[in-house]
């Protein structure tokens, strides 16, 4: 059975910026979309980071956005991973009933860097878009698995019941 069509979006949450991700509605090729500033000390799904990214699924018509699950090498979560579900559950309120999910983003960053540094991109300017393209990788990795598996990737945020 295919996928639904419709975009999806991809979300890599740092410390101080978001990188935001977006792809055309047969989900074929990931492209960068934006760099939010991170609000972090929100606690709810109205903060202006969250806000900037269910406005961007909705004008969309996202079925689903990936947000970069960040574990360590062994596989294990550390604090990132707990602030990156965190964030994640607060964009779910904002955006169902779209889906999020989480997807294993481990190599994401650096894969990022390493790609705008054979660009020729030195580290002081490629700082605006390594989120941005840590979120394409997120997005595309995902994508990559929704065809391979022929089902969404990653595991479903759930918010709480309203």
Known sequence: MALPRGARLGVDVGKARVGLAACDPDGLVATPVATVPRVLDATGAGSADVRRI????????????YVGLPRHLSGAEGAATVDARAF????????????????????STVTATSQLRAAGRTSKSHRPVIDQAAAVIILQSALDA???????????????PT
């Open 88 to 107: 994640a559950m607060r964009l779910a309120v904002a955006v169902a009933p779209v889906p999020v999910r989480m997807v294993d983003e481990r190599m």
């Open 54 to 65: 269910a406005d961007e699924a909705r004008e969309r018509s996202a079925a689903v956005v």
């Open 146 to 160: 929704e065809r391979s598996a022929g089902a969404r990737a990653g595991e479903l945020v759930e918010p709480p």
